[in-house]
């Protein structure tokens, strides 16, 4: 088993998995993937003052500190959480989250919650109403056919319906599929 203490060795656990070092530096295109930027843009950063070490790399607490230091929130990617935004950046991101959704709203890719309940509401309401309407239609061709009492048939039809209809209405919508 290795020294936990060796530097720039893997360690192993107790358990014989190989465990990765937590990496403190990243190459300028290892930055780039954590920020979600370009390497050009990594290159941008460093011209305008993103701290580098003497090899070129990246100290990634460092670097992600001066990203959100010295970057605009609407501008930069999101970070991982481990970096906490100004009260100002969170106003940013709040709003351009707010504008994202609004422009996702105008696409047609979302919809209003309450117009969307509106519209279930009365399509249920019309269905119920056709199935109300169907007892009273199909009565008297039932009547017709059977040689019954037409008022009897009803009777029956419209208790059917609507003892349906209330089993319907007290199945949650997860079962209905099943049926």
Known sequence: MQSAHSSGEQQIS??????????????KAQFAEILGV????????????????GNGRVDIKLG?????????????????????????????????ELAKLELERELGNIIDKHAAQKVIFERARAERDAWMGWASRAASTLSAELGSDPRETYAILDRLVRDHLADLAQTPLEDLANV
């Open 14 to 27: 107790i358990f014989g998995q190989v465990a990765e070092p937590e990496q403190r530096t990243a190459t």
């Open 38 to 53: 370009s390497r050009g843009r990594i290159s941008q950063l460093i011209k305008e003052g993103l701290p580098t070490l």
């Open 64 to 96: 992600k500190a001066w990203y959100v230091a010295n970057t605009s929130a609407t501008k930069r990617k999101s970070l991982a959480e481990d970096v906490p935004l100004t009260p100002k950046g969170e106003l940013e991101r709040i709003k351009a």
